[in-house]
């Protein structure tokens, strides 16, 4: 049999995402970038395997890579970053097609939001895209409500500490994960390790039950 995709080599492994064999290279070229993986395909979660045993380096030029991110941020409002985390976990969730470029995408475009409202001038500029634009707003919605809940019961809030969190602070939060999505995704155009990674940090919550399997029985 010979591969559908190159139209040259042997097919020889089975891709649960096409429901038919195709060939190692196109295996290897293709996952994530034109086929869409599902998380529990044994060659995907072998090359996750090996992904991690490489350090990935973040290239010069990669946006908010100059902003330093203090410890004593991410420890005085880890409620904070727990739900800012929860939040994209949870739209994840909801929307399976979501990739790590979509959470990307807001996340920079949340951060840069913020970056202006400290110099003074406010101006938004969500991301176009339809996923990455409502991811958007979910995150804007989510620190919106928390800090009026923390400014409405300032002893009882979760997201209430010994003073009401910063813009700074919120930009520190959102640059943090937006550098932990860079260091944590592949950066193929269709990987979710980063969404994976996520909604295994809440392995309770009923919201984040994963869709079923993708995989196609031959």
């Known amino acids: 049999m010979i591969c559908p995709i190159c139209e040259k080599r042997k097919a020889e492994r089975f891709c649960p995402a096409k429901g038919e064999k195709i060939c190692a290279v196109c295996c290897g070229r293709e996952r994530e970038v034109s086929i869409d993986c599902p998380a529990d395909c044994s060659y995907l979660v072998a090359a ?3 992904e991690d045993e490489h350090e990935r380096e973040l290239p010069a030029g990669t946006p908010l890579l100059d902003v330093k991110v203090p410890q004593d941020v991410i420890y005085a409002h880890q409620n904070m970053l727990s739900g800012l985390a929860f939040t994209l976990a949870k739209f994840s969730a909801e929307h399976p097609a979501l990739t790590d470029s979509d959470v990307l995408a807001a996340l920079q475009a949340l951060a840069e939001t913020y970056k202006t409202l400290l110099s003074g001038i406010y101006y938004e500029k969500p991301p176009n895209a339809t996923l990455p634009h409502e991811l958007y707003a979910a995150l804007s919605e989510f620190l919106n409500e928390s800090k009026q809940e923390a400014a409405q019961h300032p002893g009882s809030s979760p997201f209430a500490g010994a003073a009401p969190i910063k813009d700074s602070e ?8 937006y550098r932990m999505g860079l260091l944590r995704t592949n950066g ?4 979710r390790r980063y969404t994976e990674f996520l909604r295994g940090q809440f392995p309770d919550a009923p919201e984040l039950k994963h869709e079923e399997s993708r995989i196609i029985i031959p």
């Open 48 to 50: 996750h395997r090996y």
């Open 188 to 191: 193929r155009p269709r990987a």
């Open 170 to 177: 919120v930009f520190s939060l959102l640059v943090f994960l």
